[in-house]
């Protein structure tokens, strides 16, 4: 399944099945770009990053596609299973010097 | 050590009150944050220290007061807030302000009600 970022939405998938996360950022100077999972009641969670000079980069089971054309970023999870459950949020780092700023997150809910 | 450890977890305070949040990390990192996040929102900047200097303030009102005592410590003074300061509080380092850029690593965040 896929969602469209910015609003919070939710994502629906069985468990199993592969997930997109999407996001749309705001800087075209941004230049590094990480992907924040973050459960009920914790701090956000590092699972992936990429820089501007990259489109895409690859960790275990998740992808991170960066299109600087169109300032989109994606997130996907392979073989999604349920403790993927949680918000995601992208974020930019938007100048020199670590002003990294969130996206408004989607919510992944795995159906087993 | 790659944790960031935020005391206390949980905080009820009244609108006259002062208290602080304590924010602490032993990775050497030299970047420390402070975001504030309210339910079902995206966590909000609201300082970055540098080199235990602060290098962005974003507009946040003079009730919140961050301090930098040591490079692995981060203090955010509170005094006079608000019912809708109510907010989970979040601390977060990373290694290098001026280098590449790099992950933030995040606490477990104060969950603040100011009543």
């Known amino acids: 399944g896929e969602s469209v970022g910015l609003h919070l939405p939710t994502l629906s998938v069985q468990e199993g099945d592969n997930s997109i996360i999407n996001c749309a950022y705001s800087n075209s100077a941004s230049d590094y770009f990480i992907w924040y999972k973050q459960e009920s009641g914790k701090g956000p969670q590092f699972i992936i990053d990429?820089?501007?000079?990259?489109d895409k980069r690859q960790g275990q089971r998740v992808t991170v596609l960066l299109n600087k054309t169109v300032k989109h970023l994606s997130l996907q999870i392979a073989a999604t299973q349920p403790g993927d459950s949680a918000v995601y949020f992208c974020?930019?780092?938007?100048?020199?010097?670590?002003?990294?700023?969130f996206g408004a997150g989607t919510i992944l809910r795995v159906k087993s | 050590d790659t944790e960031v450890t935020q005391t206390p977890k949980h905080l009820v305070m009244g609108m006259t009150n002062k208290k602080s949040l304590k924010c602490e990390q032993h990775?050497?990192?030299?970047?420390m944050y402070w975001y504030k996040q309210k339910a079902k929102k995206p966590p909000e900047l609201m300082f970055v220290y540098s080199y235990e200097k602060l290098s962005i303030n974003e507009s946040v009102p003079s009730r919140f007061s961050p301090e930098c005592p040591n490079s692995s410590l981060l203090n955010l003074h509170l005094h006079a807030l608000q019912p809708e300061d109510s907010a989970l509080y979040l601390c977060?380092?990373?290694?290098?302000?001026?280098?590449?850029?790099?992950?933030?690593?995040f606490g477990q965040g104060t969950r603040l009600t100011v009543v």
């Open positions: 974020a930019e780092n938007m100048e020199y010097g670590n002003k990294l700023v």
């Open positions: 977060a380092s990373s290694q290098d302000p001026t280098g590449a850029n790099t992950e933030a690593f």
């Open positions: 990775m050497g990192h030299r970047a």
């Open positions: 990429i820089r501007s000079n990259m």
